[in-house]
């Protein structure tokens, strides 16, 4: 069974940093593309970035730019979000999520994801 749980949620004030996990199982990362999406009260949801199966990443949301980054350890099977500089706008639930392909991420449609893990939330706030 396909089941990815995130972590590392936490309360962070104004410009502090966190770190998020996703951990995957029932499947490896050598054939996925795994995705981090984020979703505030009262919003849609929304993609922030990606990273394929061959480690390349994409950017889905240009608000992110020099502040997230994404990364993943093969051997620990779990991707990872690096968040700098927060701001109280950052305040959401976070999602990791999975795609079996081998494309590069700038081919893969955020509606193409389709194993979501439970959320960890993050809150921004002093």
């Known amino acids: 069974q396909l089941q990815l749980v995130e972590s590392g949620g936490d309360l962070v004030q104004p410009g502090g940093s966190l770190r998020l996990s996703c951990a995957a199982s029932g499947f490896t990362l050598d054939y996925y593309a795994i995705g981090w999406f984020r979703q505030a009260p009262g919003k849609e949801r929304e993609g922030l970035l990606c990273?394929?199966?061959?480690?390349?990443?994409?950017r889905y949301l240009e608000s992110v730019k020099g502040r997230f980054t994404i990364s993943k350890d093969n051997a620990k099977n779990t991707v990872y979000l690096q968040m700098n500089s927060l701001k109280p706008e950052d305040t959401a639930v976070y999602y990791c999520?999975?795609?079996?392909?081998?494309?590069?991420?700038?081919?893969?449609?955020?509606?193409?994801?389709?194993?979501w893990g439970q959320g960890t939330q993050v809150t921004v706030s002093s």
């Open positions: 999520a999975a795609v079996r392909s081998g494309s590069m991420c700038i081919l893969i449609g955020e509606y193409e994801y389709d194993t």
């Open positions: 990273i394929g199966s061959s480690g390349e990443s994409y």
